[in-house]
């Protein structure tokens, strides 16, 4: 039956990577505040501190977790380690690095550190996780942060929309082969939110007024609306729901 008892996550343990600030934190706070207990993971103990201040404040179970997603070795024995304490029955493949650069100035290590963190890393913590999952025999749930450039070209980020691109390839090709086990994979592409990460293009007037004309609800995204979406995908109400990727752009991809 259709109701609120749908989108509850009271019960629940949900991983969310680069979870510390910006938007991994509120999709921490949102999955939180729908009675999930989330562990944050980050590659700093400040920032992990930091962020169990926030959200215990805000009612939200939390713990920590000083983890590096490009260190696969490491990650898979930390995640092996947490699943065994703590079940994991939603991962938030979120931790994400960008380099805005022309393309005839990238050099083998931007390429590496970016591709790394948000493909190779996002493949191996999914990877370590439904392990888990699959050995419970009670499936779950995994999100993976795409992006617009999963889906158009963007000049001076070609490192990140191929990233993003294999993302979403990926995302489609793990829902097809663990749907059996009762893990449902999906993804979020989130448009322009004002981040530490994407704080550099806000900054310049310019872009933004040109970025924010491109929009059709006329605004940038608040970290309130990824939440939601995340939300939907964690938990029952999305239950026949897997391989797809939502955009939140307000009407960007639509527009063009």
Sequence with gaps: MFGPKLFDLTGRNALVTG??????????????????????????????????????????????????????????????????????NILVNNAGFENVAPSLDVDEAVWDAIVDTNLKGS?????AVARGMAERGRGGAIINLCSLTSYVGIPT?????????GLLGMTR????????????????????FRTDMTEGFYADEAWATGMLAKIPQ??????????????FLAS???????GQCLPIDGGYLASI
Excluded: H
């Design 19 to 88: 979870g510390t600030r910006g938007l991994g934190q509120a999709i921490a706070l949102a999955l939180g505040k729908m009675g999930a207990s989330v562990c944050v993971t980050g590659r700093t103990q400040d920032g992990i501190d930091a962020a169990l201040k926030a959200l215990p404040a805000e009612g939200v179970n939390a713990r920590g977790l000083v983890l590096d997603v490009c260190d696969v070795a490491a990650s898979q024995t930390a995640l092996a380690g947490l699943d065994a304490d703590w079940p994991i």
């Design 123 to 127: 493949f191996f913590c999914a990877q």
């Design 157 to 165: 980020a070609v490192p990140y929309g191929a990233s993003k691109s």
């Design 173 to 192: 090709a793990l829902s097809a082969e663990w749907a059996g086990k009762g893990i449902r994979v999906n993804a979020i592409a989130p448009g322009y």
């Design 218 to 231: 006329g605004r940038f995204g608040s970290m309130d609306d990824v939440g939601g979406a995340v939300v």
């Design 236 to 242: 029952d109400a999305s239950a026949y729901i897997t």
